[in-house]
């Protein structure tokens, strides 16, 4: 186990040596930055009208019955529609059970701040792509295997450093939306309730756990993208295909899934399965569909990705390389 966390902490070190991993993470912190003071310019996209006074329930009141009165010259079929009267359902929830409204503040910045999540998969697609490959580009695999240390545990040493990576990036994802969001936007409390609607339930939670749950979850295509790509350098040794496959496949999974979202098969896809957030809030692409399943399913590609680069980078003659 000791030459394992070695192995870890070396490519910790060799990763962090590059330039391009600062790069990294200075572009994440500027465009985080520049999101934020967009939205503090465009003032009207955080301004969500939430009433936030003491009389905060008649204007919820209030509000309730201007949608009503607006939705009576409203077709039949829209009246009757949940999504129309999922506003009102929202505003009786909070006044019957004294849940007031946030204004915007940190915690909501750092909850917009998820969709980042895609460009951390992006940049941990180039590392995961480059961490195999450039060892046989580079010429310094034999002097890596000649150590006394069995290849799978290289093999895997290198997947854990990027999976670290990307947690790393997570981490400051977060923290770094939080204090930004905190200096443009301040904090309204670290106990707020978070209220969103699932099953046609309303559901409470603590804004913290909220978000974190969020991230995780966003973070599951960040994994399989990933790992995909990770396989792809351990079986072909070459980090432009890599993270070329990897990127275009990220880009274009979800449309795929659209376009054949009819086919019986279509819920075998990988990209049909990733985001797992439709199961806590909205509904899957695919009718069907349930938690369970997709993370079945998840499971499996991700064991097969690996299992191929394990048997690839293991059963591979580096003697020419």
């Known amino acids: 186990m000791s030459n394992f966390i070695q192995l870890i902490r070396n490519e910790q070190m060799k990763m962090y040596s590059q330039i391009s991993t600062w790069i990294m993470f200075g572009v994440l912190a500027l465009v985080i930055i520049v999101f934020g003071v967009f939205l503090k310019?465009?003032?009207?996209?955080?301004?969500?009208?939430?009433p936030t006074g003491d009389d905060w329930k008649q204007e919820l009141q209030a509000e309730n019955d201007q949608i009503k009165e607006g939705m009576k010259d409203a077709p039949k079929q829209v009246q009757d529609n949940p999504q129309s009267t999922s506003k009102i359902d929202e505003n009786n929830y909070r006044?019957?059970?004294n849940i007031k409204p946030k204004e915007y503040d940190a915690w909501s910045f750092v909850n917009a701040n998820k969709t980042n999540i895609s460009l951390i998969s992006l940049f941990t697609i180039i590392v995961a792509a480059g961490i195999i490959a450039n060892e046989f580009k580079w010429g310094t695999i034999k002097l890596l295997l000649i150590r006394p240390?069995?290849?799978?545990?290289?093999l895997f040493s290198k997947y854990v450093s990027v999976l670290v990576f990307a947690l790393t990036m997570l981490v400051f994802l977060?923290?770094?939306s939080f204090i930004i969001g905190a200096m443009l936007f301040g904090i309204d409390g670290f106990s707020q309730t978070y209220l969103y609607q699932h099953s046609g339930e309303f559901i409470e939670s603590p804004i913290f756990q909220h978000t974190i749950s969020i991230y995780l979850l966003n973070s599951v295509n960040l994994l399989m993208m990933a790992s995909f790509a990770f396989?792809?350098?351990a079986v072909f040794r070459n980090s432009s295909l890599s993270i070329g496959v990897a990127i275009f496949l990220m880009m274009s999974g979800s449309t795929l899934v659209v376009f054949v979202a009819s086919k019986e098969w279509a819920k075998y896809i990988l990209f049909a399965n990733t985001d797992l957030t439709v199961f806590f809030e909205g509904s899957p692409i695919i009718e069907g569909l349930t938690l369970p399943f997709s993370v079945s399913v998840l499971a499996v590609y991700f064991v097969l990705f690996i299992g191929l680069a394990w048997?690839?980078?293991t059963k591979r003659d580096v003697a020419s390389a």
Request: charged share 20%.
């Open 311 to 313: 048997f690839f980078f």
């Open 149 to 154: 240390i069995s290849r799978a545990k290289i």
């Open 174 to 176: 977060y923290i770094f």
């Open 41 to 50: 310019v465009n003032d009207s996209i955080t301004d969500q009208g939430a």
């Open 95 to 97: 006044i019957e059970h």
């Open 231 to 233: 396989m792809i350098s």
